[in-house]
């Protein structure tokens, strides 16, 4: 454990129900770093969350934060601040008060109470909103409110269970970068769940991909998007997904092991190249002013991106190949990474 | 064309809505028109009725036996329907939770409730005996002479006049299974994720019971209040009726509802009855609206309205 963990899960296990749903995780997240936990709903991302929080107890293994053991520590005692998916406003309580709950439950004096609520609404853009109740604010503006309601202790960790995903596309993409940017400001470890693959992206200094209770990779996201470790997490980021295909399928490369599986993102399909292998398309979506072209190879389906402008008609015959130096090799057993040699 | 489907419409809803007015102006309204008319004369079944204009009501304010009827219906009220709205919300906070022994916990609370008026009335009537019944007995445990540990004469439930009260008090109090329902209904539609928050904010079982839980259930609990304000002239009749049968001497137990019962259907003094039904009536609108002020008030206070 290095001198700035703010948090560090060490084969932390959980059976929320009696199923064991964590399988002995081991993670640190430095001080005023952002992990983003990245998977599919059921991977256990929200349980992880509550886990840390102290919402749902531990059946092994340890959490510490800022170099405490909080394992057996109730959630008010871990010093942990949380944004609900549904925000968790207090319907009667004006916005001031929905943020100094907190503080308030704590015995701070009512008048620096009331400050600090103040402060923190202004650090994420709801001063104006400070007598109004949750009943009167957009679905935005209560996220602001969560926000700020995390914001004001100045916790240990803060925990943020999919923020965004009851908010429309719009202010979506636009509260995102409002909490990169907030996160920059006020620093603070910060472990974020999401299963939207762009926002982990986006906002994560590191990225924790999940997987039935497990971590396929822990990293940042140039390196999940360079060098996914394994075929799950090859494929889980990334629209339309990265290719798969058997060594001694269609598209042959010199030196592998016929063993391994290829994989190659949409965008290093070529279309057209004489010594590529020939196929049929399938399907050609059309987003804005790109396509992805499906194309039936000798069995195999190969997802093509290509320019709208560009785009094979939907029966066409095409040759297909791929820029070999922009392939990923998996172990076709375990869909591990193998090195390219 | 239109119009005769509307007609149509129309036709179906009066034949669907009949059942529902015959009985409301037949078994509601009409009784309560010939209530109103009848406590300004005086009627006993056998000479027409008489008009007396107020007299009645004079009659009523120096009554005794009507203001000792009065002012325990007040008392009973204002002790049995806090009290009873109390014990319902304790019970359903303590048995919203899913845990071993709470299924049987939650029949037991209910339970009572379900026993016939009379039959629980009569049940009561054995509890309550000073000499051989359980609850005195109990009192006398460890206790020398018929007299209880502290050396002191239990209860004398039916004889004594405010025992006598207490007694009728005691009895409702158990009868809360539909406010408990509704409480334990109300409690667990409450979002668990405002409970996690007070948790991760270490706000103790007190803050949170008055900063998260009585504010969230308020307005079922302000609901709850109004009705049992309306039913309270109803709740003791059974009681005083069967248990202490109004007493002990003169009236301890004369509320209301058996004050008018009296005159009614054993006087039959039906002028008189229907003028103090009136009085009850109105006692109860003036409770409900000031209540419903209060609570107007606390919901202006705490919630807006949704945006």
Same mark, same amino acid.
């Given at each position: ?39 599919? $709903? ?38 942990? $601040? ?71 202790? *100045? ?21 995102? *970068? ?164 | ?6 007609? !149509? ?18 078994? &509601? ?7 109103? +008319?009848? !406590? ?11 008009? &007396? ?23 009973? !009220? +204002?002790? +049995? ?23 049987? /916990? ?79 209904? /109300? ?15 270490? +706000? ?7 900063? &998260? ?60 009855? !229907? ?10 609108? /003036?409770? &409900? ?19």
């Amino acid at each position: 454990m290095s001198n700035d963990d703010g948090l560090l899960l060490e084969d932390l296990r959980a059976a929320p129900g009696g199923t064991e749903v964590l399988h002995g995780l081991d993670l640190s997240v430095a001080r005023d770093e952002l992990l983003v936990v990245l998977g599919p $709903s059921g991977a256990g991302k929200s349980t992880l969350l509550r886990v840390i929080a102290g919402l749902e107890p531990a059946t092994g293994g340890r959490v510490s934060i800022a170099r405490r053991d909080v394992t057996h520590l109730r959630p008010g005692r871990r010093n942990v $601040s949380m944004v609900f998916q549904s925000y968790a406003l207090f319907p009667h309580l004006t916005v001031a008060e929905n943020i100094a709950f907190g503080m308030i439950v704590r015995d701070t004096p009512r008048a620096e109470a009331e400050e600090r609520a103040r402060r923190a609404a202004e650090a994420v853009g709801c001063g104006h909103l400070l007598a109004r109740r949750p009943g009167q604010l957009s679905g935005g503006e209560r996220q602001r409110v969560a926000l700020a309601r995390a914001l004001v202790r *100045a916790p240990d960790v803060f925990l943020l269970d999919e923020p965004l995903s009851n908010l429309d596309l719009e202010l979506r993409v636009e509260t995102r *970068a409002e909490i990169k940017a907030l996160h920059g400001r006020v620093g603070g470890t910060m472990v974020y769940v999401t299963h939207d693959q762009t926002e982990a992206l986006v906002l994560g200094d590191r990225i924790a991909v999940m997987r039935d209770g497990s971590f396929e990779q822990v990293d940042t996201p140039d390196a999940i998007w360079r060098m996914p470790a394994t075929t799950f997490v090859a494929r889980f980021v990334g629209s339309p997904p990265m290719n798969l295909l058997p060594a001694e399928g269609p598209l042959r490369l010199a030196e592998v092991p016929l063993t391994a599986l290829i994989g190659f993102r949409p965008e290093v399909v070529v279309l057209g190249d004489p010594l590529g292998a020939e196929g049929t398309v399938e399907r050609v979506d059309v987003v804005g002013d790109e396509a992805h072209a499906y194309i039936q190879v000798d069995g195999h389906t190969v997802v093509a991106r290509v320019l709208a402008a560009g785009r094979p008609a939907v029966g066409a015959e095409v040759r297909v190949a791929v820029r070999w130096p922009d392939v990923h090799l998996f172990d076709a057993a375990t869909g591990r990474r193998v090195a390219v040699s | 064309m239109r119009s005769g489907h509307r007609d !149509a419409d129309r036709r179906q809803l009066a034949l669907m809505l009949a059942p529902y007015l015959v009985g409301l102006v037949a078994l &509601v309204l009409l009784p309560a028109g010939v209530t109103l +008319a009848m !406590a300004f004369a005086e009627y006993d079944l056998i000479q027409a009725p008489r008009w &007396v204009g107020l007299g009645n009501f004079v009659e009523l304010t120096r009554d005794p036996a009507f203001r000792a009827a009065l002012t325990n219906s007040l008392v009973f !009220a +204002a002790i +049995a329907v806090p009290a009873r709205l109390l014990i319902a919300l304790g019970l359903a906070l303590l048995l919203h939770r899913r845990t071993r022994v709470v299924g049987a /916990a939650r029949t037991s609370a209910v339970l009572p409730t379900a026993v016939p008026e009379i039959a629980y009335g009569l049940l009561w009537l054995w509890l309550l005996n000073p000499f051989y019944g359980p609850i005195n007995q109990l009192l006398r445990l460890g206790g020398e002479n018929g007299l209880t540990v502290l050396g002191r004469t239990p209860p004398q439930w039916l004889t004594d006049p405010t025992d006598a009260q207490a007694g009728i008090i005691l009895m409702s109090l158990f009868t809360i299974g539909e406010t408990f329902i509704i409480l334990l209904a /109300a409690r667990r539609a409450l979002p668990p994720e405002v409970y996690e928050l007070a948790a991760i904010e270490d +706000a103790t079982g007190w803050d949170v019971f008055r900063r &998260v839980t009585l504010p969230l259930m308020a307005p079922v609990l302000g609901l709850l209040l109004l009705r049992d304000t309306i039913q309270s002239f109803q709740f003791s009749f059974v009681p005083a009726l069967i248990v202490t049968e109004g007493g002990p001497p003169p009236y301890a137990t004369t509320y209301l509802s058996l004050f008018v019962y009296r005159n009614a259907f054993e006087y039959l003094r039906y002028g008189y009855a !229907a003028a103090a039904t009136l009085v009850m009536l109105l006692l109860t609108v /003036a409770a &409900v609206g000031l209540q419903w002020r209060l609570i107007r008030r606390y919901e202006r206070h705490t919630t807006a309205e949704r945006g």
